[in-house]
């Protein structure tokens, strides 16, 4: 096992900041994990009803269980955000950059995405963020404080059927677009 964590973190070396890289994609692939994860491993799963006797389902967590997970991933980011900063794409790699406004967004905590917003548009603006996540914390923010969104990132759960998402109400869907041109999304 020793051999395998050294060789992981011998990967990251490639990076001016290779300890900050191999922590945010650490916190990352935990924030991904049932997000992302569970669908890629049950796609691997597969099922043959000729030879396999049960169908295996990757393991479900409860809302309470999900949101525990994300707050204790944004405890921890909390704290190398602190030590470190927001990180930008040359110091730390393209996902890992990317974590820290993927686990803020996750983290419902608006008044870090009100310190940390400026920081990472001011990251885009200089090529070392990406305007996407950009555009998704803002709207995040925006739905957080009760406004309406600019971008049209954010869904929400159509009352009017519980199994389908509509979008969160937005500024001006004739303006979209062009908002979404100007930042490149």
């Known amino acids: 096992w020793k051999l395998i964590e050294s060789q992981i973190k011998n990967s990251y070396k490639k990076y001016k900041n290779s300890t900050y890289a191999f922590v945010l994609d650490s916190l990352y692939t935990e924030d991904q994990r049932y997000r992302r994860l569970a669908g890629f491993v049950q796609d691997l799963e597969g099922y043959n ?90 709207d995040k923010l925006c739905t957080l404080q009760g406004v309406l969104q600019r971008y049209g990132t954010q869904f929400v759960t159509d009352p009017e059927n519980p199994d389908r998402l509509k979008r969160y109400k937005h500024e001006s869907k004739d303006k979209m677009n062009e908002w979404r041109k100007k930042i490149a999304i």
């Open 49 to 138: 009803i000729e030879i396999d006797t049960v169908i295996w389902d990757y393991p479900k967590i409860s809302d309470y269980e999900w949101h525990q997970r994300d707050s204790a991933i944004y405890h921890h980011l909390k704290m190398v955000l602190d030590e470190y900063g927001i990180p930008k794409t040359s110091e730390v790699g393209k996902r890992p950059a990317k974590s820290a406004a993927v686990i803020l967004i996750h983290s419902h905590d608006s008044l870090a995405l009100v310190k940390y917003l400026p920081i990472y548009e001011a990251n885009c603006k200089e090529g070392e963020g990406d305007w996407n996540y950009y555009a998704t914390m803002y």
